[in-house]
């Protein structure tokens, strides 16, 4: 079966296994199958109703031609103040009243009724951070049917959508289309090094059956609108690839 290649390059790229909304946003070494699917959901155009079975299916790998190196960024949330808008003041006009409902905070107390509190002194300034892989340089392949990677590839090649490394902020460098392959699940050793490598031998990360290996929770669920990560077991090892191919 033949291979989609996916060319994941950028400044910045995050590949948390957290939920999105926790303070302190984490990023694995290295692009996650959940991740990969969810960027190719954007290039197919799905919405989040669409059954992604077909490609939770496929056979994952990712290949670290430029590793890169990670960095933090702290950041800060609220205690300032915002207008009442015209859309918010229209729907609920007893609001314009009280100016303390407007003072922005977050995480907003509860009071004794369990509703969010406007107090002034329960709406505190929220510190956390986001933690980003820095120029790396990432091949993915995902490997199953010749019509659905081909599918795949014509996607990525003019997406539905805007992609992504991960977050949002994370523009991707170069194309992410990069072909595909005859290779199967050995493509890691096969498909030459991209144009930023850094090592002749960089690591793989490859899907496996096997029980020792170590599971994450990264595994795309079956619909595209259940948030429930299942496990994937991944294991690793380093790979020597052609260089470059150097065009004339």
Not at 213 to 218: F, I, M, N, R
Request: aromatic share 6%; with cysteine; glycine share 6%.
């Amino acid at each position: 079966m033949p291979t989609v290649l996916l060319r994941l390059s950028g400044p910045l790229q995050a590949y948390g296994v957290h939920p999105a909304f926790e303070a302190h946003q984490d990023t694995l070494p290295r692009p996650t199958k959940s991740a990969v699917i969810g960027l190719l959901c954007n290039a197919l155009g799905y919405d989040h109703s669409a059954d992604t079975r077909h490609l939770a299916a496929l056979h994952f790998a990712v290949r670290a031609d430029r590793p890169g190196h990670l960095e933090r960024d702290d950041q800060t949330a609220g205690n300032g103040r915002f207008p009442l808008d015209a859309l918010t003041a229209s729907r609920h006009p007893q609001l314009a009243a009280d100016p303390h409902r407007f003072t922005y905070a977050a995480p907003r107390e509860t009071d004794a009724h369990g509703a969010a509190s406007w107090k002034p002194e329960t709406r505190k300034t929220v510190m956390g951070d986001q933690t980003y892989l820095a120029d790396a340089a990432f091949l993915a392949g995902l490997t199953g049917p010749r019509e659905l990677t081909d599918t795949l590839h014509q996607a990525l090649a003019r997406p539905a959508r805007l992609l992504y490394l991960g977050r949002r902020c994370c523009p991707p460098a170069h194309p992410i289309a990069h072909g595909t392959t005859d290779h199967t699940t050995d493509w890691p050793d096969h498909v030459p090094l991209l144009p930023e490598a850094t090592t002749p031998e960089p690591v793989c990360w490859q899907q496996t059956t096997d029980p020792t290996a170590p599971a994450l929770p990264e595994h795309p669920p079956t619909s595209y609108q259940l948030r429930d990560h299942r496990t994937l077991a991944m294991s690793s090892r380093p790979t020597t690839p052609p260089p470059e191919t150097e065009t004339p």
